[in-house]
């Protein structure tokens, strides 16, 4: 009796894909998945708004202490670092799932030249890390008022006789 098997030109692309998977974890994460997992590197969501006054920026930090964020502004570079770190009271091995990401993360921005430097606010609340960039006030918009319908005398256009 003859068996006859589908062929399928990309199983052979799938095997090396999966070796070499296996090679870059256990070279790269010697300690096991697990722990790789949870001590990989992240980038925290960020949401940027933008007004006539300034910018914001509220970041996602949940689980990390104040005292692990780190804010600076270097030439007009805003860089927002920090730390999640992982507790080991509860042994790796009771873990079913692990989906919170931990780690150090580093988040830079880079800023219009109409930020005001000296005038830099961040507060943390709830998990959320907002930063207030307020703008200089020669790059605040001014409204100038149009006159409609009159001219005033000597100011307008000369009629040449």
Same mark, same amino acid.
């Given at each position: 009796?003859? @068996?006859?098997?589908?062929?399928? %030109?990309?199983?052979? !692309?799938?095997?090396?894909?999966? /070796? ?6 256990? #070279? !790269?994460? %010697?300690?096991? /998945?697990?722990e790789a997992l949870t001590t990989t +590197? $992240? ?7 933008? &007004?006539?006054? #300034?910018?914001?920026?509220? @970041? ?5 202490? *104040?005292? &692990?964020?780190?804010?600076?502004? *270097? =030439?007009?570079?805003?860089?927002v670092h920090g730390e999640r770190k ?6 790796? *091995? =009771?873990? /079913?799932?692990? *989906?919170?990401?931990?780690? #150090?993360?580093?988040?830079? $921005?880079?800023? %219009? ?37 009159k001219q005033l005398e000597g100011k +307008?256009? #000369?009629?040449?006789?």
């Amino acid at each position: 009796m003859t @068996i006859l098997t589908r062929w399928d %030109p990309t199983r052979e !692309f799938t095997t090396l894909q999966d /070796r070499m998977n296996r090679l870059f974890r256990e #070279s !790269f994460w %010697p300690e096991g /998945r697990e722990e790789a997992l949870t001590t990989t +590197g $992240f980038a925290p969501p960020v949401d940027v708004y933008e &007004d006539e006054h #300034s910018i914001t920026l509220k @970041i996602e930090v949940p689980g990390i202490e *104040e005292k &692990d964020i780190d804010v600076r502004i *270097e =030439n007009n570079t805003l860089t927002v670092h920090g730390e999640r770190k992982f507790e080991k009271e509860e042994k790796e *091995e =009771n873990f /079913r799932r692990v *989906e919170r990401q931990y780690g #150090s993360f580093t988040r830079t $921005f880079t800023l %219009p030249n109409t930020v005001d430097h000296e005038k830099v606010n961040a507060d943390y609340d709830k998990g959320v890390l907002k930063i207030a960039l307020a703008k200089k006030a020669e790059a605040k918009p001014k409204q100038i008022k149009v006159n409609v319908g009159k001219q005033l005398e000597g100011k +307008g256009p #000369s009629k040449a006789a």
